[in-house]
Nanobody, 124 residues
Framework: QVQLVESGGGLVQAGESLKLSCAAS????????MAWYRQNSGDQRELVAV???????NYADSAKGRFTISRDNAKNTMYLQMTSLKPEDTGLYYC??????????????????WGQGTQVTVSS
């Protein structure tokens, strides 16, 4: 049974930074193509960043140049470093395997049970 636990969210002002963490158990993240998703109330979860098991990255246009996805294999934890935050980055952030389209790439993985997510709120 795979369990994913997100943390690190908070309330920040525009221009500030946050680093989200995704701690996993039950599978090694280094074996998986993982992603960060963002959801706003009433909307579907959208892919924000992807990190493949081959250490390739892919970002939503809104995240390029500001967000960095990474992984610590020893801790079996994935991160999302977010800088120069904007109010439109606000949302509930989840981690899971990558599923859906991001740019020109379609990811087709079986989603694991969702964690509780971590809330990011950026004030202007």
């Amino acid at each position: 049974q795979v369990q994913l636990v997100e943390s690190g969210g908070g309330l920040v002002q525009a221009g500030e930074s946050l680093k989200l963490s995704c701690a996993a158990s039950g599978r090694f993240l280094s074996d998986l193509t993982m992603a960060w998703y963002r959801q706003n109330s009433g909307d579907q979860r959208e892919l924000v960043a992807v990190l493949t098991y081959q250490d390739r990255t892919n970002y939503a246009d809104s995240a390029k140049g500001r967000f960095t996805i990474s992984r610590d294999n020893a801790k079996n934890t994935m991160y999302l470093q977010m800088t120069s935050l904007k109010p439109e980055d606000t949302g509930l952030y989840y981690c899971n395997v990558a599923k859906g389209r991001l740019g020109t790439t379609l990811y087709a993985n079986k989603i694991y049970p969702w964690g509780q997510g971590t809330q990011v709120t950026v004030s202007s």
